[in-house]
Each structure stands twice: as C-alpha cells, then as structure tokens.
C-alpha cells in the first residue's frame, strides 16, 4: 500500500508561485511513479504533470510546460509541483498519483494510477 498527502495549495495572485508537494509512504512509494492531476470546477480531471520512479523521466502537459516543474526527492518520500507564473485558469483541486509502470517511466491516464490522495485546492485570482 502507498499512502499520498499532498500539501502547499492555496490562495495566489495571478503571476504568483505555490509549490505543491506530495508526502509518501509505504515501502513501494520510491519505486512508482508519481504525476500530478487537477480538476477545476465542473471540468473533467486532467493530467499536469509525471514523473518515473528514478527522476529521469518527465512529462508536463503543454498548458504548464514552461511554467510548472515536477520533481522528486526519494530519500524524503517526496515529490514536488512548482508552479510559476499562475493564471487563473490553473484555478483547481490538485491531486497527486502513485502507480508501478513496467520499466523506469510513467503512466498520462488517471486510470491507470492506483494511488491518490485526498488533493489540495489551488486558487489563483485576476
């Protein structure tokens, strides 16, 4: 079992910085691969951002490529979501995701994540 608490969102203006972290724990947690999803109000859940069990695979989505950086840290048990220069179209509840894909990488499809913790609300306002 893996266990994720996410922590760090709040209330920015627009132009602002937060960064988002995810705590976890079990034995597995290091090896999985972890992403960041969101969902705003009345919009479907979207992926953010992943990152494989090692660090050396990522992905952004391309409305925060350039903007937002996701990074892990094994020997805390942490990975992180910096987000830099907010819009307010990054207005959401951020959820983060653990699962083990086959081989060092990552899943895109919330679906295939097993994991998840109970979010944390980012609000960005004009």
């Known amino acids: 079992q893996v266990q994720l608490v996410e922590s760090g969102g709040g209330l920015v203006q627009a132009g602002g910085s937060l960064r988002l972290s995810c705590a976890g724990s079990?034995?597995?947690?290091?090896?999985?691969?972890v992403a960041w999803f969101r969902r705003a109000t009345g919009k479907e859940r979207e992926f953010v951002a992943a990152i494989s069990w090692s660090g050396s695979n990522i992905k952004h989505a391309d409305s925060v490529a350039g903007r937002f950086s996701i990074s892990r840290d094994n020997a805390l048990n942490t990975v992180s979501l910096q987000m830099n220069s907010l819009k307010p179209e990054d207005t959401a509840v951020y959820y983060c995701?653990?699962?083990?894909?086959?081989?060092?990488?990552?899943?895109?499809?919330?679906?295939?994540?097993?994991?998840w913790g109970q979010g944390t609300q980012v609000v960005v306002s004009s």
């Open positions: 995701a653990a699962a083990a894909p086959p081989g060092d990488y990552y899943f895109l499809d919330d679906v295939d994540y097993d994991y």
């Open positions: 079990g034995r597995r947690f290091s090896s999985c691969a």
